[in-house]
């Protein structure tokens, strides 16, 4: 312990730790709009950090590998009687302890900033994403331990760095999909929806790999010759060929699969019923007077919805389920805080399409036509979507005129007709009728 005490001050553990905490706490909070939504999707964030954080622990272990060449001190150390292996243990437990601390301090960092919003916690999983992103952070840093050993130029350990970007970017953008869930630590990190998560199964065969390539840098810090550094390859090949063996092949478990009890519904007990995914389970309640002012004014049109669910789609999957014409749908998002993002925009939203859901297969809609319709329920004059809604940066000022126009026209008759004119564009919505000419004025 007095030895590695020693090692942990005067290496470049402590130096390498403090990077990856100020880079990768810095990073998080940077973005926190990107994993405020839960646990999950914190970790899958510091996940995708790698690319950032892996290149960095492999050029600090390269640049702690060329130290007794660089006090000039090898043929010294080579006279002692104590073993190689034994001299450079404590250097190896440095770096992995120090490396590994940085990984789940950058976690508790994000954890401090959910941990009063946040309340799906997965545990097993949410465990083995960040236990497996510590690895291969001490994979990285024992590997440039042994290059930085093998190869001590002043160069090798800027120029690790910089092969270790391009590797673990190249690995997961041109690798097939399987392959690089095996060898990136950042493969099906980037969280595209609320559900997602990475399967275990993927989490293990990467695990296989990086404790493989940790391994093969240990062996290559305490080789003493060619012949130890030869055999150094071979717990490296074993372990890439046992994660590719083990590895799936569904895509859907390979890209964004999804958490089915971070997507199941929660609902107020009492009606309207209001539901959110168990993930957003902390904005029900600011959620549920919005959504139940929306259904009351859908509530003026005949046969109109009487509940409000999330949108527990996932498009980017393909993952499309149908939901009742009873029930108006509206896709929730999280501010940086983890709260609801946009809540002006809930209302607006849920009567846009007079409280039909667009499934993307009917192509018969009007944006004119819908939302003077909707407008006129909600009994104001129609406004553009930019600034509304959440995404919406430019619109074709023609299309808030000509809805404005139709509008006016609405108003202008008795409210019986109006409304009877209204219902019929929500029935042919729900046909996937064409809507065009059903309000007075509108083009036929």
């Not at 709009?33 to 050029?59: D, F, H, K, N, Q």
């Not at 029900?284 to 109109?304: C, F, M, Q, Y």
Request: glycine share 10%; hydrophobic share 50%; net charge negative.
């Amino acid at each position: 312990m007095r030895i590695l005490g020693l090692e942990l001050r005067r290496s470049a553990a402590l130096g390498a730790a403090l990077i990856t905490v100020v880079i990768g706490v810095g990073a998080l909070y940077v973005a926190t709009g990107r994993w405020s939504v839960g646990w999950m999707a914190l970790a899958m964030t510091i996940r995708e950090y790698l690319l950032l954080l892996w290149p960095l622990a492999l050029a600090a272990g390269a640049w702690q590998g060329r130290r007794e060449h660089r006090a000039k001190v090898g043929e010294l150390f080579t006279t002692t009687a104590r073993p190689r292996a034994q001299r450079m243990l404590p250097v190896l437990g440095a770096m992995a302890l120090t490396l590994a601390i940085a990984y789940l301090l950058v976690t508790g960092a994000g954890i401090a900033w959910i941990i009063t919003t946040a309340q799906h916690l997965p545990l097993l999983n949410f465990a083995v994403v960040t236990g497996v992103g510590a690895l291969s952070l001490v994979a990285a840093a024992w590997l440039g331990l042994g290059v930085g050993r093998m190869l001590p130029a002043l160069v090798t350990a800027p120029a690790l760095g910089v092969a270790g970007v391009l590797l673990v970017f190249f690995s997961a953008v041109r690798l097939d999909d399987w392959l690089a869930a095996a060898l990136t630590p950042v493969h099906g990190s980037s969280p595209f929806h609320a559900y997602q998560t990475i399967d275990n199964r993927v989490s293990g065969s990467l695990a296989i790999s990086m404790a493989a390539l940790a391994v093969t840098g240990l062996l290559l810090f305490v080789a003493g010759g060619w012949r130890g550094r030869t055999a150094a390859l071979v717990p490296l090949v074993l372990g890439l060929t046992t994660a590719i063996a083990v590895v799936p092949r569904d895509e859907d478990v390979l890209n964004w699969p999804i958490d089915p009890v971070a997507r199941e519904l929660v609902c107020t007990e009492d009606t309207p019923t209001v539901c959110v995914s168990r993930v957003h389970g902390n904005l029900l309640e600011a959620l549920t007077p919005l959504a139940r002012e929306g259904l009351t004014i859908l509530s003026k049109l005949p046969d109109a919805p009487t509940a409000v669910h999330e949108d527990t789609n996932a498009y980017v999957s393909g993952d499309v389920r149908p939901v009742g014409d009873d029930v108006v749908t509206i896709e929730i998002r999280t501010d940086e805080r983890g709260g609801l993002a946009h809540p002006a925009a809930v209302v607006p939203m849920l009567v846009k399409r007079l409280g039909v859901g667009y499934d993307g297969t009917c192509q018969n809609g009007d944006e004119v036509v819908e939302r003077a319709a909707a407008y006129w329920l909600m009994g104001r004059e129609p406004q553009s979507d930019v600034g509304i809604v959440p995404g919406m940066i430019f619109e074709d000022p023609q299309i808030n005129a000509e809805a404005v126009r139709l509008w006016q026209g609405l108003r202008e008759l008795p409210d019986d007709e109006a409304l009877a004119r209204v219902t019929a564009v929500r029935d042919a919505l729900l046909a996937c009728a064409d809507v065009t000419g059903l309000l007075p004025g509108s083009a036929r």
